[in-house]
C-alpha cells in the first residue's frame, strides 16, 4: 500500500498519561497535515508541516499537543497528560508542494479513547 | 474566520432520484472549494474540486460567489453513492482545510 499509513490505528488510555502518534505520508510528497476530529463533526486543522519545518498551528493545539518531522518524512503527534476532551479520531495528510494547490491525500486515522 | 456550513446532518432519497448536498461558506477572499467523500470502511478521499470544474461520479458542483455557495449535485442517485460527504475550503495563501460537519447520504433501493 503506497497510501499515507497511520500508527497505531487505535490508542485507549488512561487520563494523564501521554500518548504519540505516528504518520508515513506517500513517500513523495513534502507536505504533512494534522487534523482532529470529533464525533459528528468534520476534520478539524491542528497543524502543517512543509519538508520539516511546521509552517502553520491552529489556535486549538493547546501546549500539550506537540508535533514533530524531524528529517521531512514520517511525523510524530504527542499529546501530553490526556484529558477525556482528546477522544477524537487523529486524521494524518500529505500533499506534494508546489504553487497549485493539490488534493490532501488522508491516511486511515488513529482513534483515541482517554478514559 | 473562514466556515463552512452543511446545513443537513443526514439526507436520504431513492435511487435513480436527483440529489442535492448544500455548502456553504463564508470568506471574503476567493477560496479554493472541495468536496470529499468518505464511503464505509474506506479513508477520505477527494471527490471533486471547483477549479477543476469536472464531473466524477456523476457529480458536479458549481461555486456561486454571490451565495457563497458550492452545492453538489447528482442527477440520478445510485445506491453506490452512499457516504459520508464533506465540503471544504482552502483560503489563498494558506494549506489548510475547513471542513463543514458532513452530510450522511444514503441511497434507499
Known amino acids: 500500500d503506497t497510501g499515507v499509513s497511520q500508527n497505531p490505528r487505535h490508542k485507549i488510555t488512561k487520563r494523564g498519561q501521554n500518548v504519540t502518534f505516528r504518520c508515513d505520508p506517500i513517500?513523495?510528497?513534502?507536505?504533512l497535515y494534522w487534523y482532529r476530529q470529533t464525533l459528528g463533526q468534520g476534520p478539524e486543522f491542528l497543524t502543517y508541516?512543509?519538508?520539516?519545518?511546521?509552517?502553520?498551528k491552529s489556535r486549538l493545539l493547546s501546549d500539550r499537543f506537540s508535533a514533530e518531522r524531524p528529517k521531512g518524512s514520517f511525523s510524530t503527534l504527542e499529546i501530553q497528560r490526556t484529558e477525556q476532551g482528546d477522544s477524537a479520531m487523529y486524521l494524518c495528510?500529505?500533499?506534494?508542494?508546489?504553487?497549485?494547490?493539490?488534493?490532501?491525500?488522508f491516511g486511515p486515522g488513529t482513534r483515541l479513547t482517554v478514559t | 474566520a473562514q466556515r463552512v456550513t452543511q446545513p443537513e446532518k443526514l439526507l436520504s432519497v431513492f435511487k435513480g432520484a436527483p440529489v442535492e448536498l448544500k455548502c456553504n461558506y463564508s470568506?471574503?477572499?476567493?477560496?479554493?472549494l472541495f468536496w470529499y467523500v468518505q464511503y464505509s470502511r474506506q479513508r477520505l478521499q477527494l471527490l471533486l474540486r471547483?477549479?477543476s470544474r469536472e464531473s466524477i461520479k456523476g457529480f458536479t458542483a458549481d461555486l456561486n460567489k454571490g451565495e457563497t455557495s458550492f452545492h453538489l449535485k447528482k442527477p440520478f442517485a445510485q445506491e453506490e453513492d452512499s457516504a459520508m460527504y464533506y465540503c471544504?475550503?482552502?483560503?489563498?495563501?494558506?494549506?489548510?482545510?475547513?471542513f463543514g460537519q458532513g452530510t450522511r447520504l444514503t441511497i434507499n433501493p
Open positions: 508541516f512543509q519538508n520539516e519545518a511546521q509552517l502553520e
Open positions: 471547483h477549479i
Open positions: 470568506y471574503s477572499g476567493s477560496p479554493e
Open positions: 495528510a500529505s500533499s506534494p508542494a508546489g504553487v497549485a494547490t493539490y488534493e490532501q491525500y
Open positions: 471544504a475550503l482552502q483560503v489563498w495563501g494558506a494549506q489548510k482545510l475547513v
Open positions: 513517500s513523495e510528497h513534502n507536505r
